[in-house]
């Protein structure tokens, strides 16, 4: 009887000690706002140069941008951050930006996230969930 109730008891905190922890925001996971702001600095200080996407950030505040977007990305990424700025459509609208253009912000962020040892798993789901915005970003 001992035996069985102690092999109760130890059946019991090992199934305590072995429950899954709960997965982290990916917020956390990426690296938190410290990692987010780099992404996006980097990021637009390359779309901003790049021949390639640089008309669209003619006149454009970067500083103020940059701040915009490193908000934007913590709240899509679960962080407790407070994004004022307008929608993806309305904030795009008037840029008349192409899917060619769209196609090489990603491949910057992309990137800037493999250089910034950002995990694949993490850089994936941050992928996955901007990917959808594409048809509220692009106009053409
Ligand atoms: C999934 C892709 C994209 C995301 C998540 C994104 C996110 C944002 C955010 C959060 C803002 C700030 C809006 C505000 O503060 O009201 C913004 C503005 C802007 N975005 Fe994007 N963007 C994306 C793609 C692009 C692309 C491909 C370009 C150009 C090549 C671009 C160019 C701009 C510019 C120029 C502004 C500033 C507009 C202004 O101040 O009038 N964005 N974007």
């Known amino acids: 009887m001992r035996f069985f109730v102690l092999t109760m008891i130890t059946a019991l905190c090992l199934g305590c000690v072995a429950q899954p922890k709960p997965e982290a925001a990916l917020f956390q996971r990426i690296g ?5 702001t780099r992404i996006s600095n980097q990021t637009l200080d390359i779309v901003s140069k790049d021949p390639r996407t640089s008309r669209s950030f ?24 407070v994004y004022e700025g307008e929608t993806m459509k309305k ?12 196609e090489v912000m990603v491949d910057v962020l992309r990137e800037r996230l493999d250089a910034n040892g950002v995990g694949t798993k993490e850089k994936n789901e941050l992928l996955k969930i901007l990917a959808p915005m ?6 053409n």
């Open 32 to 36: 938190g706002a410290p990692m987010l």
């Open 58 to 81: 003619e006149g454009v505040k970067m500083k103020t941008l940059k701040e915009s977007l490193s908000n934007f990305l913590c709240v899509k990424t679960g962080g407790a951050c």
């Open 91 to 102: 904030s795009h609208a008037d840029l008349h930006i192409t899917t060619a253009e769209f």
């Open 134 to 139: 594409k048809r509220d970003v692009v106009s």
